[in-house]
């Protein structure tokens, strides 16, 4: 629903907010997590420019729960967005009492935006499934069931963390190619994805699905999220159960929630290929083929350790759009409630890779490197397969559309660091044991 | 570690403890949640023949956080065992004290056992898998990694519930044979799974495998787990991802949890045919081919709704063992910890379906139907091939070894619900989208 808090006309009195190209204009808000002192409560803050707005503090809410705000109705959340628009315009008379709860967000840690409890991915973005579907099974790229049900996968809820992120290389069990045998090792085929994740905000009843007109009310908004890929673990153990050990030992999310009012200028008619089946009734309406799409552009960025070294900015690899999804948010949501599956507040929905038609709008290395038989060439003069320790993956997202203020999504910032044990305490271990 | 609070002959004060075959014996001191009013915090209590023993209204503890006690070190685990046991015995001088804290369980309503925030199903159960897989894999029941690797899914945490537990049966999307559609509608091959659930005590770090050696230092006991299954969706849905709204929907657990203490005189030595693969050194080691195996008796039971109404007791379905695993739970910590993935107080690791080596011994009505094609013969003359309506499903589970005094899991009971919406919300539904 637009309102007066999207006039592009508008003006902060925050002025790292004005300009344009700015990721946190006054028409975003986005809310987060974010404490001074690494022992501190987490409080939740607005970013606007390059402040960010303690809400309690600033008066504007009474508690630093974020579940509280994941479980407004909308319309009270709507309250709470003009409230805080219209207290951060230029000549607001709230300028001065609210300019007391405001901090540099380069002076503040953001945490995780909120307690995820669950971590559903799915796997919505088509061209990505087809890239990968044609490496695994030339015959059959996409399986029969794609174009039924949006693909599903529980992920690991305990494990994703907030950006920046470092976390060490994985190691895990992988056969290489001819080998009769598997071997643990670290692996040599780390992956980074570009997904988009909408964030759940009031919950669903368990044992009630949730009809796809009133789908989108449990969203609160969206996050970037990469979900790191160890595609030699993946390629070994993913069948029957899906993947694993491959994907759980870290996933990266931005701090900032953007809300799904903020990114309702960017809505866009959703609509399939012409001769593609028709959903299922459960999984069509015309308000969601109306404006079921969100256009998102995602870019990854990749700054090697020697780029940084050198001075060199970080190097764009690929750019797709959410609009590259297949299936909707709303789908997602009654496709997972259908059964009776409950969404708790805080919930993560992964879209999946975002991946574009052509093959350089890929949002993974597999794809771009077309399963690691090519490789990238870097500014640095390296060339890139796979992920090299001291690699900072940087995934952005923004949207942007004639007569509208852009936003931005921030960034999700993550580095990988050596493996931990090799040769190390396993190797310890396996002598112990022999 | 065996000490004297294993001692078979100790008796309780607690009278209802000490016939034989009862569940909660002085030997066993199993942990859960309850509360006399539905609207009153959990406490934490102990159960000792038919009665619940409060630790923190007893003296015996400080909290009535479940937290605490998954967080203590083993020592401080079988400190707190002692005290409770020596509490508990005939002749304490404590008995007219702890009296004051003891509550019949009949007139408490038990909870889950703890807060489960991640809960990852294993795959441990070869019988089962070798079923399974004969069933949709006739040429390779058993993948090439089966023998090496522990397979796992992420399951959904949020809809496991305590038992008893009562659930509408889930409608999802199905493709019957022959059909080139799926249609929407509620399953009609709802089935049960035979498990036990591992519930991890101390947390592990992130980043940092656990060694085979110190995995069972991170468990905290044992339930009884049923993770029902909706077939018909699972079939059109499993490929490529693994299983989805299929399971999601609801598992059950029992309420107790039965210590790794309490298991200790019931281990056995773990070991795998002749012939099979060696386990990779960060799945092997001497203690854990020691005793790695846990002998726990598990069983299936079903009363439907015309057996309740004709006074017919519970039929039991079938029978297996926890030493059916072909992995341990040692092996299961550390190949879910090797690539850096951390393991949370509170978390349950599924053993996935016991089934025994004979098909009689299977842990779920797929493989005791030959995947529908035959049905059981109940004693109330009915016919069942998947569940219907108004069954109830029971597990139990039992420890029993000659020198030592049985114990048990207590029950893990689930009942099903017809479809909710059926016809209702989600054809309206339809209607309006046409």
Known sequence: ?????????????????????????????????????????????????????????????????????????????????????????????????????????????????????????????????????????????????????????????????????????????????????????????LDYELEVGFVVGRASTQGEPVSIDHAEDHLFGVVLLNDWSARDIQAWEAQPLGPFASKNFASTVSPWIVTMEALAPFRRPFGRPAGDPEPLPYLDSPANRAQGAIDITLQAWLQTAAMREAGLAAQRL?????????????????????????????????????????????GSLLELTQGGRTTLALSSGEARGFLQDGDTVVLRGLCSRPGWRQIGLGECRGTVLPARDAGGGLAQRGAVAS
Chains 1, 2 share one sequence.
């Open 1 to 189: 629903m637009i309102d007066d808090t999207h006039d592009p006309s508008l003006q902060s009195w925050v002025e790292s907010a004005n300009p344009a190209g700015a990721d946190f204009p006054l028409q975003n808000l986005p809310f987060g997590r974010f404490r001074q002192d690494g022992r501190a409560d987490w409080r939740i803050g607005v970013a606007i420019g390059e402040q960010v707005l303690g809400l309690r503090q600033a008066g504007l809410a009474h508690t630093d729960d974020m579940r509280h705000f994941l479980g407004l109705a909308p319309p009270a959340r709507r309250e709470l967005r003009r409230a805080i628009s219209h207290g951060l315009r230029r000549g607001s008379p709230r300028e001065a009492s609210l300019r007391q709860a405001l901090l540099p967000q380069a002076g503040v840690q953001m945490g995780l935006p909120c307690e995820i409890g669950n971590f559903t991915d799915f796997y919505s973005g088509i061209h990505h499934a087809r890239a990968v579907g044609t490496l695994f099974r030339p015959g059959e790229p996409l399986l029969p069931n794609y174009k039924w049900l949006p693909q599903a996968y529980h992920g690991r809820a305990s494990t994703i963390g907030a950006s920046p992120s470092r976390f060490h290389r994985p190691q895990g069990q992988q056969r290489g190619a001819g080998a009769t045998r598997p071997v643990l090792g670290p692996s040599t085929r």
């Open 318 to 362: 690929s750019e797709s759009n959410l609009t590259d999804a297949y299936w909707s948010a709303a789908q997602l949501v009654a496709h997972h409630t259908v059964n009776g599956c409950s969404l708790c507040s805080g919930d993560l929905l992964g879209s999946g890779t975002m991946s574009g038609p052509t093959p350089e709008q890929a």
